[in-house]
């Protein structure tokens, strides 16, 4: 694999200590992105508005933060 293909097809990896709150937030943020993606494409698709997508990534963005403070 050369250098760019590492750059454009990265594996990211989990990087913060195995505290389970920390688990718990890296879980929930990737589900945040696949949602966000999901919406993103739908919105590109034209099954969703450019104000919906809005709205539910918005409601996304609250509850991830919502569960960023409940778990310290």
């Given at each position: 694999?050369s ?8 594996q990211?990896?989990f990087?913060?200590?195995n505290?389970?709150?920390?688990v718990?937030?890296?879980a929930?943020?990737?589900e945040?992105?696949?949602?966000v993606?999901?919406?993103a494409?739908?919105?590109s698709?034209g099954?969703m508005?450019?104000?919906?997508s809005y709205?539910?990534?918005?409601s996304?963005w609250k509850?991830?933060a919502t ?5 310290g």
């Amino acid at each position: 694999m050369s250098h760019s293909d590492k750059f454009l097809y990265a594996q990211p990896s989990f990087r913060a200590s195995n505290h389970p709150k920390r688990v718990m937030f890296d879980a929930n943020l990737q589900e945040f992105a696949q949602r966000v993606s999901y919406i993103a494409g739908l919105e590109s698709g034209g099954k969703m508005s450019a104000e919906e997508s809005y709205q539910a990534i918005q409601s996304l963005w609250k509850e991830l933060a919502t569960t960023r403070n409940q778990l310290g």
